[in-house]
């Protein structure tokens, strides 16, 4: 433990370096983006304001821009992250990047834990390593951004998950449950986690009764409940529209669709010329999400044979298999990373990808379960297949394949220290070695 805990204060270090002389200097002015609704936002949420939208708030009084609305268009829980510390005094730009960025460093530790109870102690160190010094990693804690707090807990519930898996109890459900409501209450499509991640473990884990599963399945709906039903009864109740967990996806959908991301230079990408421009700007946020969904829809309506070829496009460019060069300037720019980090996400990611993949193939051989590994990259899928094809959304793949990775190195480690078993000379034959490897303690046979 005292070796990770070393791993983990040189992933902290580097991190804050990075923000400090890096990150922060590149952009001191946030203009009219992400960065500053968040910002601007916990800072509201602090002086008890509430979740109103900052632009609007912010905006010169006595212009049409000035009003005081509630807001959905991000779900909360990263806005109240920032908000706590914000209560506090602390509450710059700077220091909010700082936060976020110790939290991508606790993101490394539970890395290096999943690690270890996946294929144990070595396994964890190097899983760790890796995590800490994944380019992925680093160049979004250094950002304000929903994907450090997102895969925080992603990370959380698999740990609680493989846990489970290994010796079935309520608790683990109940973080696994937990750490997925916050992560839907930071991207809405983490709600797809419930079906394709804690469903499949509640049911398929050995040795439980169908009365034990059951009750393993009412707990997750509660404690869903209980912790997403407050923001979820404030939307219905809020907006004109009916409203579960944000006014944003109408947005996504028409930034996706429209002429300029069917052909071109940016198809499968976003184009702001895509966005709903003609309404008025006092029409209430949901009433606003409703008609970019039905700009969007009407335009994808209109060209359905055009659909296969931009849903590919958008799959190919979050797993960087097409144009990957054109991320590359399109990160750089659009997401203010600049072009040496840009540069060092993708090779970061090309140089883990085949060993995690590998790790994939130890897990399976060993008979640790691999679907929520699975179930994690097929939700990053769908999720771009509906809106567009940008990098960042591969955050939670970007995540795990420091801990497959991992497996897959610990694994060649240990054929190589493993000795040669040796067969008597007079059979004729070459001395040949074991490859048999041991069954972690995360076991179907569990």
């Known amino acids: ?31 009219l983006s992400d960065e500053t609704f968040y910002h601007q936002q916990a800072r509201l949420v602090a002086d008890g304001v509430g979740f109103v939208n900052p632009f609007g708030y912010y905006a010169p009084v006595g212009t049409p821009a000035h009003r005081v609305f509630e807001t959905a268009v991000h779900p909360p829980a990263y806005t109240v992250f920032l908000a706590v510390p914000a209560k506090l005094g602390i509450d710059s730009v700077l220091s909010q990047r700082i936060l976020t960025a110790l939290l991508g460093t606790a993101t490394v530790f539970l890395l290096g834990l999943l690690g270890r109870r996946l294929a144990g102690d070595r396994a964890g160190l190097i899983a760790a390593v890796l995590a800490a010094a994944a380019p992925a990693l680093w160049v979004n804690d250094s950002v304000l951004g929903l994907e450090t707090l997102y895969c925080f807990c992603l990370v959380v519930a698999l740990l609680c998950l493989y846990r489970f898996w290994s010796s079935p109890s309520i608790g683990p459900v109940l973080g696994m449950a937990a750490a997925l409501a916050v992560a839907a209450l930071t991207r809405s499509e983490g709600t797809l986690l419930f079906v394709l991640l804690v469903l499949p473990a509640l049911l398929l884990v050995p040795g439980v009764s169908g009365r034990d599963r059951a009750k393993y399945v009412g707990a997750t709906a509660l404690v869903a409940v209980l912790v997403m039903g407050p923001w979820v009864v404030r939307n219905l109740t809020t907006f004109d529209e009916p409203t579960v967990l944000g006014t944003g996806f109408g947005w996504v959908l028409a930034y996706g669709n429209c002429d300029a991301t069917y052909h071109g230079e940016f198809l499968g990408y976003w184009n702001d010329g895509c966005a709903l421009k003609d309404y008025p700007p006092s029409l209430e946020e949901s009433r606003v999400d409703l008609r970019a969904r039905h700009q969007a829809t009407n335009y994808i309506g209109d060209h359905l044979s055009r659909v296969p070829v931009v849903v590919a496009a958008r799959i190919g460019r979050v797993w960087d298999v097409f144009r990957p060069t054109q991320n590359v300037r399109l990160n750089a720019f659009f997401e203010r990373r600049g072009d040496a980090a840009s540069w060092a996400v993708l090779i970061g990611y090309y140089l883990l990808l085949p060993f995690a993949i590998g790790g994939l193939v130890v897990m399976r051989r060993r008979r640790v379960p691999i679907f929520p590994m699975i179930a994690i990259a097929v939700s990053v899928t769908f999720t771009v297949a509906l809106s567009f094809g940008i990098t960042r959304y591969r955050a939670p793949v970007d995540a795990v394949l420091p801990v497959l990775a991992a497996v897959a190195l610990d694994a060649l480690w240990r054929r190589r220290d493993r000795p040669a078993t040796t067969i008597p000379a007079d059979t004729g034959t070459e001395p040949v070695h074991d490859d048999s490897l041991p069954v972690p303690a995360v076991s179907e046979t569990s």
Do not use: N
Not at 3 to 27: F, S
């Open 1 to 31: 433990m005292a070796r990770l805990g070393l791993i983990t204060v040189a992933a902290g270090v580097w991190r804050i370096w990075y923000v400090v002389a890096v990150a922060d200097p590149r952009t001191p002015r946030l203009a």
